[in-house]
Every structure is written in C-alpha cells, then in structure tokens.
C-alpha cells in the first residue's frame, strides 16, 4: 500500500497529465487511468472526485459544463497554467525519485 | 436504471451544502455512475447487476463525504439574492456592508444630514455624559471610599455646622467607632518671595487626612501625622496645578522653603495630578498644629473647622453618629451654655457630600441631551421613511425574488448602524472637545472636575448610544421594507395606496413624537428661564454699578490688635478717597456673596439663653463709608462715624428684617442685644441704626438678619479674621479702569506686604451667583433650540412629502374650481393636526416631568401655566411657519402641470 501522501500526489499528478492535452470529464478520467495503467490503479466516484474538486479549487485546473448535441451536459475539466507548471515540477521530482531509486534498488521504471 | 440522484442526494445530505453547489455535484456524480451503467450494460452484464456495480463506487461513502465536507467548507458561498441567513452570516453582512456604503454614497445629501445630526446629538450627550460619568458615577478616588464619611455639627439651628477646635479634638480622642477622623479649614495664604506678595488659598488640615483618604504623593511625601507636632508643622505640600502653576513643575521643588504669612514651610511633597481637595481653589497643604492652635482649649471659639472620618470595618453610619453624638451629650453636660445649639453630629457619605449639589442638574442636563438624540433620531427615521418609499420597488424585487423579510430588516439596519457608528465615531470626537467647552461654560467649578475625561466607560456609553440610535432610526424604515409586496408595487410604477397611507401613518406618529419630545425640553428650558428672570428681578440690597471690590489679607506678624489694623484702615482709607474719580469708599469683613459666611448668635439683653432663644444672624465688620460705597440705604438711626471707637459704647447697625422682625414698632434704637462674637462669651452692644437688607448669601438666599459692627470697636478675638481677609470696595464716578493700578500704588505706600487678590466688580460677584442656574439654564436652552428646529424641520418634512404625493389629487382640486386659500389650509391643517396631537402629548409628559426639576426652580411652580401657554404658542407658531412653506408650494401648483404629471 503507497503511503497516502504519495498516493495523493501520484494521483494528482495522473490527472493532471491526463488534461494536460485537452479537456475531459470525470468518468473519461477515471476510465483513462485504468486502462492506461493497465487496471493497477483504479479510481472510483468516492476518490476521483473530491481530487477533482481540491484540483480546481487549488486553480490547477479549470472545469466546464459543456453541452453537445443529443447529449446531457458534462462537466470537462482542462489544465490551467498554473496546474501546467505544478504538472512539471512533479514529473521532475517524480523522475527524481525513480532515478534514485533505480540506483539504490535497481528498479527499472520505465 | 436506478435513481442516480436520489442515492447520491441520501448520502450527501449530511454535507448540508448550499442548493446551487449540491446540485452541481449530484449531476456531475450521477452523470459518472450513469455512464458506468451504461457501459456495463453495453458489454452484456444484466442491468441488475450493472446497477449494483455502478453504485458499489458508492462504497467507500465515508470516504467520498468526509472529502466533500473538508475541500467545500472552504468555499466561498455564492450570494443569492434573499436567500435564507443562516449560516453564511458573514457573507451577507459583507454584502450589506457593501450595499450599505453604496446606497450611502447614491444619496449623499441625507448621508451628511444623517452624519451631522448623529455626530452632534451623540457628541453633545457623550460630552454630557462623561461629566456624569466622572462627577457621579466613577468612585471616589480614596481607598474603600465607603468607609469615609463626612463629619458635620448638628445644631437647632443649623443642619450642617462645622465646629470648634475642642470639638474635634474631643471626636479624635473619646471616638471608640472611627479608625481616623480628620480635621480641616481653608485659610488664606500670603505667599512672599516673588516680586509682590500673593494671596493664595490654602488648605490646614490634620496631618493623617492623606492617610485617612489613602492617597499617597506623586514626589515627595504627603504629609503623615507626626507633622501636626509643634516642632515639625513648617512642613507644606503642594497640589499638583499649583506646583505647575506657580513654580513650573519643578522637580527640585521638594526640599525647598517657601515663606507663607511670613514664616518659612519646608515643601515636602507633590500631590497626585486632578487631586481634589476638599476645599476648593485650595493650592497647598500645611498641618492643622492643634497643638500650637490658641484655639486649642476655647471652647466658645468660632466653629470653623470641617472633618472627614474613616469608620472602623464594621461600623456602620449610624452608631458612629450615635457614638459621637454620645460625645456631644457629655461636652453639653460639662459645659452648658456654650453648647445649647449644638445636639449631636451628623455623618454624611462622603460622596453626598462632594457631589450631592449638583447630582439633579447633571441628571436633568444628561436626560435633556438624551432627548435632543430621541429627536434626532425620530427626525432620521422620518427622513429615512420617506427615502425608503423611493426604494420600496427595490425592496419589492428583492423579496420577489425570494428575500426573506429578516434578511431585507438586517440589511436596512446595517445602513443605519454603518451611519450611526460613523457618527458615533465623529460624536467621540466632538466629546473629547466638547467637554472642555461645555467646563469653560461652566463659570463655577463643578466638583471633582479635575478628573472629568474620557474613559472606556464614556465609549461604551458613545457605543451603545450609537447602536441606538441606528435601531430607532432604523427599525421603522426596515419593518417597513420588510412589509414590502410585490402585488401593485411593481405594476403601479411604485405608488401602492395602501403601503403609502400606513407609511404616512409612521411618518406622523414620528413627528408627533418629535413635537412632544421637543415640547418637554422648551418647558424644561422656559421654567429654568422663567426662575433666572425672577432672581434676576431680585434686589440685591446694594448697588453694583460702577464699583470694584478687592480682596486683602495683612501680615499677621505687624497686625496682632485692632490697634494696628484700625491704623492701617484710616491711612488706605484717607489715601484712596483722595483719588481721582473715586465717589465712596470703605471696607468690609466679608463681601456679599463672595462665598462665605460669618454669623454670631445674638440674645437680647436681659433674657437668660435657651437653645430657642438664641438667633443668629450674618455679621459683618464695617468702616463707615462701606454703606456709602455700596449704597446701601440708612433706613433709621445714623450710620457709624468716627466716634464709634475703641473708648466709646459698643455699636451695632442691624438690617430692616431683623428690626421689623424684634422691634415691630419701629423702636430698634437704642436696644441693647449681646452679640457672641469673641471667644469669652456674649457682649452687649447697642442698635444704633438700621440698614437696608442685603442679599449676602445669593440672590436667592432667604432674607437674614444682619448684625454689622465698626472695624474701629473690631473685638480682638475677630482680629485675626479681619487680618487673614477683608474686602475693600470703591464707588467710582467713572468706570474702573485705572484704579486697580492706583490702588495698588497707595497700598504699597501703606504696607508693601499686604497682599490683594480677586480684584472684581460687584455685579461679577452678583453674576457668579447666579452662575450655576445660568449655566444650567444657558445649556438647556441650546438644547431645547436645536430641539425645537429638529421639531420644525420634522413638520417641514411631513408637510412637504404630503405635497409632494398629494398634487396630481391639488392639481384635480384646483382644477374642479378649489380656490388656492383653501389648498393652503388644507394642507397646513394636515400638518398642524400632527403638531397638535404632539403638543397634547407633550403637555401630559410634561406636567408629569418637570417635578423632577423642581429643585432647580425658583419662584415658578413646575406647572406654570404661563410657561406651557408661551411654549405651546411657540411651538406651535414654529411649525405653522415651518409648515406653511411647502403648503404655499401646494397652493401654487399649476393644475396643468400636476395633472399632466399623473
């Protein structure tokens, strides 16, 4: 079990990157994570959204409803600069991390 | 599919989020579980079972709530026009705080008006306030202010007596209920040692008085009780204003000598600053010296000294009187006639004593200016009133887009709180200021006026009349926001009939409160004009036209018998009637109201003395001219002449009422009456004339009997007296000017130690009197005027608000053939109906009111009809004036105009 820190930031910064190319919503969110992680990480309503909501109120991202046609509106979240320059320094410190890690562990992350 | 929303709903419900907020996150969470649904269903799973999985995101609901509940707490609510207060306090006050200053800023006109007149009306009873404050209500500034109590003589014919030197020391040492007493008497001072001798007030007191009183010195030492031994009594110590005064604050002061009646103190100490003593004006302190005092054993002594005592814990008033009392009984046993007057002692609560005078003019002074606010206010709400029925389509909208009633009263009130802090803000201001002028009005000081100022308690009183003030002005504008409809209001284009008369209702009862409360203080100040009228009208025996009076003390050391001091008369006297302009001039003990008093008990010859017996009446010692200077009349018999001396039979002059009074046929000459006034016993002495009466204790005093002797037969024992204060007083042809100066000249001719003070008029000794009615009267009055154009711009209001909603209904009237006379009454009458009902109600407050002034009253009952007859007229004619010009507005209108307009 990652330590709930951890998990919190890993976490944050899957969203970030997952609105980092363009707006989504919360459902697309939660199923982009499974699958690209291969249904290792897994988030639910109780989980996605109050990050959602911590996320937005921070101003790293900003969400949207948006009404297409023939569908109900959703509510699309996107990156906001301020969420694209936090999005950086955490990949930094998250590639940081691995590479120390490597050296000490030989694990291979990528 | 299962109601997403509903499921969510139940387990959010807890969060108790706002509406709009909730709403958002259930669609937003119902639109995840939705697609999930769907999806599971998409790829074959039964909907059931779809269904459950979906919710089963749900599980961890805890987690999800407790989540929710930290990141949405922090949010900013978001305002929603009347919605329910509870909860997000905060949030609306901002938002009527904001508002509030808006709709202020809109109007700026009434903003100012509101400001100035709360500014003012809380300034003014701020300032009155703080007099009270620190006059009656702060604690005496001793330790355990209850234990002390003030020592008085009862006698048959006086309530409170100062008594005799034994006396005291007799308290002192047989008391078995009082931990200290300590005795006083203010004694008149020659300060040498600048350029010209002064004549300085100064206070001889028993040397434990600061022990007793718990006041310790701020440099040097107060004076302590081993001070009243022989050897150690050239001690003195100064008040703190004397100490800056006269020597500028000098902090080597201490240690220093100073020479007083010619002999040299030692300055052993600095009292607190605004240190009141018990006597006032007095500058220093020196030990009482019983010791030394020849007084010491006399027991017929003149009666001059005051105490205050500090009980033992425990002891109450009342068995301290019985106890010294007691003493009392006993000295009448062992002494008889020396002690037939005197029957026991009183103790009085030194706080009654200090401030007890004043107390119902402080009280009287503060309800005034409370008043004056109560009108303000009523003024305010009025003119808020009528600007609230301008906003009544704002306040419509508002609530029909869901304002509750509460929320649109507290947003009303925060406008008129905001004003009313504003201006209770500006008012402290005022205050600080204020009551320095309100002390400079003051021509006599009040007591303890050194430690008038501000305090935490005057804010609160300036806060809490604030918070008032925004309430009265306030309430009446927000209930009827809060009454506000939406049916007509928004179609009618804002003129809804039935809100308008109820408004109008308000509006009226208002300024009938106005009327009637201003009604009170005009009777207030009329009765207080009324009574200074008839003192003024009173006689005060003598003539003050053209004259000045100066006070002199000699040095005691040259001045030890009549001898001397009758020398020293006649050559002043022959020197001063040789100047220019100078029409009469003589001397005299102790001016007419000047402040003090000197009496004697008198018998007549041949009658043994029983305590009825004995009269007493004021005595004065006099040259002869003094009578001339003064014109005072010589009704019968001669005046003194230089016959009346040292070897011839003792005379005495005596006043109309005393004569009329014991020689009702006219046959006072020649009488025989003994006087007592030395301190062996009763001498006789014979009337040799009678002279006008003389009001020497006020204007309003009682007539006395008046027992005048000349300074030429001065008894030895009142030498001392004479040489410690007299008076010289000049009639001159012309006006003053320069005869100060003469005088000066020629009494350093005669005796360049003699010192002069208090160099006045007559009519300035008359005037000050009279000044506390004055200046009871003066600040009343400035009350009542602004009181009464409070009242008047009250009925202008009204009158011109009713033209203002009445002319499409002129414009109809005149137009129908109404002739214009009959638009003005009409209008007028409108008005003066509501001044009427005012003055009716202010006619029954005021007839159950001004019994509270009585004490201040002279000559008028508190009834007095002229007094309602001339207010009432007054008013009433105030607001026919203030009335009649919107109403010739109305009469004026153009009926084309007025109709067009509707």
Sequence with gaps: MLDREVKRGSAEMLILALVEDRPRHGYEIAKLIEQRSDGVLQFHVASLYPLLYRLEKRGLIGGRWVEKAGQRRRRFYKLTAAGQKILNEQRRTWKKIFAALDRVAGINPV | ?902
């Design chain 2, 1 to 902: 599919m299962p109601e997403w929303k509903e499921e969510l709903r139940k387990r959010l419900a807890s969060l108790k989020l706002p509406p709009t907020r909730e709403a958002e996150i259930l669609e937003e969470l119902a639109q995840h579980l939705e697609d999930r649904y769907e999806e599971l269903v998409g790829s074959g799973v039964p909907e059931e079972e779809a269904a459950r999985a979906a919710l089963s995101e749900l599980s961890d609901s805890d987690l999800l709530v407790g989540e929710l509940r930290r990141i949405e707490r922090q949010c900013p609510e978001v305002l929603i026009p009347g919605r329910r207060a509870s909860g997000n306090m905060l949030a609306n006050l901002r938002q009527d705080i904001c508002y509030g200053i808006r709709m202020l800023l809109k109007k700026p006109g009434f903003t100012l008006i509101a400001f100035f007149t709360l500014a003012l009306s809380i300034g003014a009873n701020t300032a009155i306030f703080s007099v009270v404050n620190s006059v009656l209500l702060r604690q005496l500034p001793f330790k355990n202010p209850d234990q002390v109590v003030w020592v008085w003589s009862s006698r048959t014919d006086r309530e409170n007596a100062p008594f005799t030197l034994p006396d005291f020391l007799d308290y002192r040492d047989q008391n078995q209920t009082l931990e200290h007493i300590a005795a006083f008497s203010n004694i008149g001072l020659s300060l040498s040692g600048n350029e010209r001798t002064e004549r300085i007030q100064g206070l001889r007191a028993s040397a434990n008085l600061f022990q007793l009183l718990g006041v310790d010195a701020s440099a040097g030492r107060t004076l302590v009780a081993e001070d009243d031994a022989p050897a150690r009594r050239h001690v003195v110590v100064l008040s703190y204003e004397c100490w800056q005064r006269r020597f500028g604050g000098d902090p080597r002061m201490v240690g220093r000598a100073l020479t007083l009646n010619g002999e040299s103190y030692a300055v052993v100490g600095v009292l607190p600053m605004r240190y009141a003593l018990p006597v006032r004006d007095a500058e220093l302190v020196i030990p009482l010296a019983p010791d030394v005092d020849p007084l010491r054993n006399v027991r017929t002594s003149v009666n001059f000294l005051r105490a205050v005592a500090r009980l033992k814990p425990g002891v109450t008033r009342q068995q301290a009187e019985a106890d010294l009392t007691a003493i009392v009984k006993r000295e009448r046993q062992e002494y008889g006639d020396v002690y037939l007057k005197k029957t026991g002692v009183r103790l009085k609560p030194v706080y009654e004593e200090m401030v007890g005078g004043v107390r119902t003019a402080l009280w009287v002074l503060l309800g005034a200016v409370g008043l004056v606010l109560l009108i303000g206010c009523s003024n305010l709400a009025a003119l808020s009133l009528a600007r609230a029925s301008t906003r009544h389509r704002e306040m419509a909208i508002r609530k029909a887009l869901g304002a509750t009633s509460a929320r649109l009263v507290a947003q009303m009130l925060t406008e008129s709180l905001m004003l009313a802090l504003l201006g209770g803000g500006a008012g402290l201001l005022l205050a600080t200021w204020g009551v320095r002028f309100l002390l400079a009005l003051s021509p006599t000081r009040l007591p303890r006026e050194q430690e008038i100022g501000i305090d935490l308690r005057v804010f609160t009183f300036a806060a809490t009349a604030s918070v008032l003030a925004a309430v009265i002005c306030g309430i009446l504008p927000a209930l009827q926001a809060a009454r506000a409809e939406m049916k007509g209001e928004l179609s009618s284009g804002g003129r809804g009939a039935g809100e308008g008369s109820r408004r109008n209702r308000s509006r009226n009862l208002l300024v009938v409160a106005e009327v009637a409360l201003s009604f009170l203080l005009l009777i207030g100040a009329g009765l207080l004009i009324q009574s200074f009228r008839r003192v003024q009208a009173i006689e005060p025996g003598f003539d003050p036209t053209n004259t000045l009076a100066i006070q002199l003390s000699l040095p005691k050391a040259r001045y030890q018998d009549r001898a001397a001091v009758a020398l020293f008369c006649d050559k002043l006297l022959s020197r001063l009637q040789a100047l220019p302009g100078v029409e009469a001039v003589g001397a005299v003990s102790l001016l007419p109201m000047s402040s003090g008093i000197r009496s004697v008990d008198f018998s007549f010859a041949g009658q043994s003395l029983a305590p009825g017996d004995a009269h007493t009446s004021q005595y004065r010692i006099a040259t002869p001219d003094y009578f001339r200077a003064m014109k005072i009349p010589q009704l019968q018999g001669r005046p003194f002449d230089g016959h009346d001396n040292a070897g011839s039979v003792s005379v005495v002059l005596i006043n109309e009422t005393m004569a009329r009074r014991f020689w009702p046929n006219g046959d006072a000459m020649g009488a025989h009456i003994n006087i007592d006034d030395n301190n062996t016993g009763p001498r006789p002495v014979e009337i040799v004339g009678v002279v006008g009466d003389v009001k020497h204790l006020g204007l309003e005093s009682a007539p006395t009997f008046d027992i005048y002797t000349p300074i030429a037969q001065t008894h030895e024992d009142q030498v001392g007296l004479t040489t410690n204060s007299h008076y010289w007083v000049a009639r001159l042809t012309t006006n003053s000017q320069g005869f100060e100066a003469d005088f000066r000249r020629e009494l350093q001719e005669v005796d360049s130690d003699a010192a002069t003070s208090n160099i006045r008029t007559l009519d300035d000794y008359i005037s000050d009197s009279v000044a506390p009615r004055r200046f009871n009267l003066r600040v009343l009055t400035i009350f009542a005027i602004a009181a009464l154009l409070l009242a008047a711009t009250g009925v202008y209001g009204i009158v011109s608000y009713t033209v203002t909603q009445r002319i499409p209904e002129i414009g109809i009237r005149l137009a129908l053939g109404a002739g214009r006379t009959r638009v003005f009454r009409l209008i007028l009458g409108q008005g003066l109906k509501v001044v009427f009902a005012g003055v009716v109600l202010g006619l029954v407050g005021a007839l159950a009111l001004t019994r509270l002034i009585r004490s201040l009253l002279f000559g008028v009952t508190p009834s007095d009809p002229l007094t309602f007859a001339i207010v009432s007229s007054l008013l009433i004619l105030v607001a026919l004036i203030a009335g009649s010009v919107p109403a010739r507005r109305a009469a004026k209108v153009d009926p084309l105009v007025a109709l067009r307009n509707e």
